[in-house]
Structure formats: structure tokens, C-alpha cells
């Protein structure tokens, strides 16, 4: 299990490979390349609740094992607690080896909302 960020310098990427299956023709483990596209992460200060709610937002990749359950990226009740209850951060917390095992890959973008001062008071939808 673990976190990442992306990278515009390195051009980060991540491979997914299952270490048992070559494929025929070239003789490459079989598996993805992900290739994260770089967004910007949460803006809301440490430690603030917008910022204990929503974990899910300070890291680009979230990867860990697959349990039947992990469903919340954000939390279980995220619009309705303190602070995020059984998501992403909780199952990366667990740190179980993910190497040949099922696991989720998670990758957060497009998540901050910059609103404009034409926005103030009201957000269009």
C-alpha cells in the first residue's frame, strides 16, 4: 500500500503487472501503465476540517489491497463528520503488501473548485 504524487518533471508513470503472466509475443509481463495526470490537490489548510474531511485530496495516487467494503475513496459519511471515516487514507494506513494481490488503484483529480470573484456570493452551476 502507498501514496504518490505526480510528477511534470519525471513524466511519472506507474506499471501494474501481474508477475505471473508473460505475454506471448513479446515476452512482457502482462499489466497497465498508468500514467496520472498532474491536477491540483486540496487547498484548505492542515489540520482544518475541510482538510480532515477530504484526505482523499492531498495525494494524486492512492493505491492498496483489495477488501470487500472499500468502497469510499472520501470517507463514509464525508459531508457528514468531522473528519474522513473510512476512506482512502484508512486503507493505505493498513499498509498490506499489494504485490501480487488484488488491489485498488485510485487516482484523484479535478477536485479543487477555484471559485472567481465574480462567483461571491453565489456559485453557478
Known amino acids: 500500500a502507498g501514496l504518490a504524487d505526480t510528477s511534470l518533471?519525471?513524466?511519472?508513470?506507474?506499471k501494474i503487472v501481474n508477475e505471473a503472466k508473460r505475454n506471448p509475443?513479446?515476452?512482457?509481463?502482462?499489466?497497465?501503465?498508468?500514467?496520472?495526470?498532474?491536477?491540483?490537490?486540496?487547498l484548505a489548510r492542515p489540520g482544518s476540517v475541510t482538510r480532515r474531511r477530504a484526505r482523499v485530496g492531498e495525494y494524486h495516487v492512492?493505491?492498496?489491497?483489495y477488501q470487500d467494503g472499500d468502497l469510499w475513496a472520501g470517507g463514509r459519511w464525508t459531508n457528514q463528520s468531522l473528519e474522513e471515516i473510512d476512506g482512502v487514507a484508512d486503507y493505505v494506513a493498513r499498509k498490506e503488501n499489494v504485490r501480487s494481490q488484488d488491489?485498488?488503484?485510485?487516482?484523484?483529480?479535478?477536485?479543487?473548485?477555484?471559485?472567481?470573484?465574480?462567483?461571491?456570493?453565489?456559485?453557478p452551476h
Not at 30 to 39: D, E, L, M, T, Y
Not at 105 to 123: A, M
Request: aromatic letters at 14%.
Open 9 to 14: 518533471q519525471s513524466n511519472r508513470c506507474f
Open 25 to 42: 509475443v513479446s515476452g512482457n509481463l502482462v499489466g497497465f501503465k498508468i500514467v496520472p495526470q498532474p491536477s491540483q490537490l486540496i
Open 62 to 65: 492512492w493505491v492498496s489491497r
Open 103 to 123: 488491489l485498488f488503484f485510485r487516482h484523484t483529480y479535478g477536485l479543487t473548485h477555484n471559485p472567481r470573484v465574480e462567483d461571491f456570493p453565489v456559485i
